[in-house]
């Protein structure tokens, strides 16, 4: 287990005016999705035949590391969030790397199946890729929300950090049926309901493509924990939503975390509750860091320097924690390549 010795970033200053977590979540998402990015896209072939796209971020002139960035449900590359932390991680000097999960790129996958919360075997894939198209440069990861929630199960219980150096978690869902609940109930319905559209619309397409393979039913399924129920967890190898959400849900993993890692949430996230954040695994090691906001909502963080560049307190706090972490690892390792 490797101790931390990256700094803390500084305190969230909320704005007069954006305490709700509703208004955090969905304005933010507004003012990020304003920025354009600059991307270059490869592809990788997968092990079972399918593929995975990668966006490739502005180089820096001198990188002095490798990111890799991991979006939320139904999310891509070009999420808001992604896009500006990719800007905030160039102007640090690190090349950042965005993996869009299958289907989420623009282009439906090859086979019946997707991605879910517990996936890791294309983030696998991706990290293999960046320590080959990247030799000798330290490397972190970064999960927004499912992203973090798949990137904790690679590292928690799969055991295998793919040789990264750090890595930082964004309101992770530790809860994946706690998760559920909020989206199909309550205020948060609402959030569910946009998942529910694009993911029913990808199930419509591959029912005709795969008939006997994909149930037509997922295309109507009336909540996210039936659409699980139905195909997330029959195409992926659980017996059904529950199954999955219990084998899949980071919590129970995060105490085997060995590597220097963020964990950014905030207490009223309106999506992941802070009630399942697994406080005492994290205070027992040393390696680990809670960043817990009392305000913020999902994937939130609007401040003012949000509002003004579309960089703000979240972008820049991940990114000075992944600089300092990728450097203390370069400064270990005693070389630096340059790209």
Request: proline share 6%.
């Amino acid at each position: 287990m490797r101790e931390s010795t990256t700094e803390h970033p500084p305190a969230f200053q909320l704005p007069r005016g954006l305490r709700n977590p509703h208004v955090q979540t969905v304005v933010s998402n507004l003012v990020r999705s304003r920025r354009r990015p600059n991307y270059a896209r490869t592809r990788l072939d997968t092990a079972d035949g399918d593929f995975i796209d990668l966006d490739l971020g502005p180089e820096p002139d001198d990188p002095t590391g490798v990111c890799l960035l991991l979006h939320g449900l139904e999310g891509s590359a070009h999420s808001g969030y992604m896009v500006c932390t990719s800007e905030a991680l160039a102007a640090m000097g690190i090349q950042a790397v965005a993996l869009n999960f299958r289907s989420c790129s623009g282009e439906l996958n090859r086979l019946p199946r997707a991605y879910h919360s517990g996936d890791t075997g294309d983030i696998a894939c991706a990290l293999a890729w960046l320590s080959e198209r990247f030799p000798g440069l330290p490397r972190a990861a970064v999960g927004f929300s499912l992203g973090g929630n798949a990137l904790l199960n690679l590292l928690g219980r799969v055991g295998d950090d793919g040789g990264l150096a750090a890595a930082v978690v964004v309101s992770v869902p530790y809860d994946l049926a706690a998760s559920a609940t909020l989206l199909d109930a309550g205020p948060s319905r609402l959030y569910g309901r946009r998942f529910l559209r694009t993911l029913r619309d990808k199930a419509r397409e591959k029912a005709a493509r795969f008939p006997g393979r994909v149930p037509p039913e997922a295309a109507r399924a009336r909540s996210l924990r039936e659409f699980d129920d139905l195909l997330t967890a029959p195409l992926h190898g659980f017996r059904d939503a529950a199954d999955y959400y219990e084998r899949c849900s980071s919590g129970q993993f995060v105490g085997s975390v060995t590597i220097p890692t963020l964990f950014i949430h905030a207490a009223d996230d309106p999506l992941a509750p802070a009630t399942s954040i697994p406080h005492d695994a994290i205070r027992l090691r040393p390696n680990l860091s809670l960043l817990l906001t009392e305000h913020g909502g999902h994937v939130g963080f609007l401040d003012r320097t949000l509002g003004a560049g579309g960089r703000g307190w979240l972008e820049q706090s991940i990114a000075r924690y992944v600089s300092a972490a990728l450097s203390a690892a370069g400064n270990a390792e005693g070389t630096r390549v340059v790209v």
